[in-house]
């Protein structure tokens, strides 16, 4: 597609909401509580916010700059920044790993439109008080029925992304992610009034010092801020293209990224109170939002509507971010293979669909598979994509960004001339990303 026909964002709120739909997904309100109970708490939450501010609004305001600038999707955007370059193919990754991400994405997405169906429609003896793990487990390994709650995600999601950039995400970002705040901010006044108030607010406000001495938790601070924001999957390089010109970018990246931790914070702030008011261990990993928090509403007074809210929420928070992966790699395919809109989405989301299904059997009829640690199928794919394809791809990104552009190109680019802010983002793209970003994977390599 040329750049004279190509799609563009409506209005600025528009491009906005829809990067805000797709930074806060399941890993603000799934992931993110989860990795913060299991890292200890406080001291974890500010290691986050500092790798969100020196890595994470750089690169999103890089990818932001690349994409408008090269008017293109993400590998080829990185493809015209270094035409003659053996790096030239580096983009690739980029969409093949959103890709990826997308496919056991919507496994997960499955389970939470399932338990919003559930909570809905209420089938009263699935929600009593006991032995919410177990219900949990034995309906992840059932064959059928979560494979067709995740084909119900991706079919949803091709159907946005056929209607297009404005017709299908800036419309559905525009009316869904009003919605999701008020939803947020709604559940997080009601957890306020919880006994366990004061003890979520510590776990996840006060500091335990000792922690700061443990190296996986630079990796998960690391991993959590490249998932939640989106970064390095080439979906911000995409949605930047659609932005036009006329827009500055630095005051949206910046916007985006703090947007993304508060429904982040916010959303702990609804788990931890609810969690400790039971009596219950935030550190249980990713069942934490289908085990535990179950349980809780089963003893809650009004927990049912409660719990119908939660997981409408969770369910809007997904859609809008599978729609941001789906079309990373539609509009790959209708760049690079001039394929319709239409027939990129249907045949992508239905290869993807495929792709998600053994994450989705490896809980069931796979479950016998032997991978090393005793890890699901899903956590091995969650694994490579978000500890290792996320952080290499990032250095990737961040060394083609801040040393094969010219500077002053990059900074114009991006909104930031020569001003001193703009010198502080670059040198953030040339140094600190990565050598950080190494570091910190090296650590981790290092140690296994
Ligand atoms: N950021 C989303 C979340 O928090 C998931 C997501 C959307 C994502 N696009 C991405 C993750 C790109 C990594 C890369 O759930």
């Not at 559930?118 to 309906?139: C, N």
């Not at 036009?244 to 109170?273: E, Q, W």
């Not at 495929?354 to 809980?363: R, V």
Request: proline share 5%; hydrophobic share 55%.
């Amino acid at each position: 597609m040329s750049s004279e026909t190509r799609e563009q964002w409506q209005s600025r709120r528009g491009f906005l909401l829809a990067a805000v739909g797709s930074a806060v997904g399941l890993g603000d309100i799934w992931r993110f509580p989860y990795v913060v109970g299991e890292n200890g708490g406080g001291a974890f939450l500010l290691v986050y916010l500092l790798v969100v501010l020196v890595i994470g609004v750089p690169l999103l305001l890089g990818e932001f700059a690349l994409g408008r600038r090269m008017q293109s999707e993400s590998a080829t955007a990185v493809a015209r920044l270094v035409p003659a370059s053996r790096w030239r193919h580096a983009g690739l990754i980029g969409v093949i790993a959103a890709g990826l991400i997308l496919a056991y994405y919507a496994v997960i997405a499955g389970w939470v439109f399932k338990y919003a169906a559930l909570y809905l429609g209420a089938s009263p003896q699935l929600l009593a008080q006991e032995g919410h793990a177990a219900l949990f487990q034995a309906y992840v390994a059932r064959p059928l029925e979560p494979l067709a709650w995740q084909l119900l995600g991706m079919a949803l999601t091709t159907a946005v992304i056929a209607k297009g950039v404005e017709k299908g995400i800036e419309r559905l970002s525009v009316w869904l992610m009003p919605l999701l705040a008020l939803l947020l901010v709604g559940l997080a006044v009601h957890s306020a009034t919880l006994p366990g108030f004061g003890r979520g607010l510590a776990f996840l406000f006060q500091p335990d010092w000792a922690m700061l001495a443990r190296p996986d938790l630079y990796l998960a601070a690391l991993g959590q801020t490249f998932f939640s924001i989106g970064l390095a999957m080439g979906v911000m390089v995409t949605y930047g293209s659609y932005q036009p010109a006329t827009r500055p970018l630095p005051g949206a990246a910046v916007a985006i990224s703090l947007a993304d931790t508060l429904f982040g914070v916010i959303a702990g702030l609804v788990i931890f109170p609810a969690v400790f008011s039971f009596g219950l261990d935030p550190a249980q990993g990713s069942s934490l939002t289908f085990a535990v928090l179950p349980q809780v509403f089963a003893q809650l007074p009004g927990g049912r509507l409660v719990g119908a809210l939660f997981f409408l929420l969770l369910s809007i928070a997904a859609l809008t971010s599978m729609v941001s992966l789906l079309e990373v790699t539609v509009a790959y395919a209708m760049q690079r293979w001039r394929w319709s809109r239409p027939r990129a989405s249907l045949c992508l989301g239905g290869l993807l669909f495929l792709l998600g299904m053994p994450a989705s059997l490896g809980f069931g009829a796979w479950a016998g598979l032997p991978l090393p640690g005793g890890h699901t199928i899903l956590d091995a794919m969650d694994f490579f994509a978000v500890e290792l394809l996320l952080p290499l791809n990032g250095v990737l990104l961040a060394v083609l960004l801040g040393w094969l552009w010219p500077r002053h190109e990059a900074m114009e680019a991006a909104d930031l001339h020569a001003r001193r802010l703009g010198r502080l983002w670059h040198f953030s793209l040339r140094y600190l990303v990565p050598v950080l970003v190494l570091t910190v994977l090296a650590g981790s390599v290092y140690r296994t």
